[in-house]
């Protein structure tokens, strides 16, 4: 939602071929960009992930399974933007790139939502 609003392209290029297309369809390519960060960037996450990091990385392209913050920091690093998770009990978490001057998505954490549990929602300002 966020990231199409922000300017940015929701496409991902893969070694066989390049997908993009209807909004509808932006979740799919958003969690290939993540997956593909994760798997280009092992470093940075394999130590976040308790089990083989192919394996992991193959679930969150191919899957509906949750989304967490290793997928958000990913999804930040991949776009150039700032996230902030806005969560009750606490201050809002940044995620992303160091450096100022960044497009920012800010995002409603909640643990448990009406039988849902775990969940994100897309937040705007208001006017």
């Known amino acids: 939602d ?9 496409r991902v290029l893969t070694s066989t071929k390049e997908t993009g297309g209807a909004e509808n369809d932006d979740y799919r390519v958003v969690r ?4 593909d ?4 960037h092992p470093d940075d996450f394999a130590p ?3 089990e ?4 992991y ?5 191919e899957t509906g399974e949750w989304g967490g913050g290793l997928e958000l920091q990913a999804l930040a690093c991949a776009y150039g933007v700032k996230i902030w998770v806005v969560q009750a009990g606490g201050p809002p978490m940044e995620l ?3 450096g100022e001057g960044k497009s920012e998505i800010w995002l409603a954490y909640y643990k448990h939502n009406f039988g849902l549990g775990e969940h994100y929602n897309s937040l705007r300002k208001a006017g």
């Open 2 to 10: 966020q990231i199409r609003n922000s300017g940015r392209e929701v």
């Open 32 to 35: 290939h960009v993540a997956a």
């Open 37 to 40: 960060w994760i798997a280009r």
């Open 48 to 50: 976040f992930v308790d």
């Open 52 to 55: 083989d990091l192919g394996e």
């Open 57 to 61: 990385v193959a679930r969150i392209r």
């Open 96 to 98: 992303g790139p160091e």
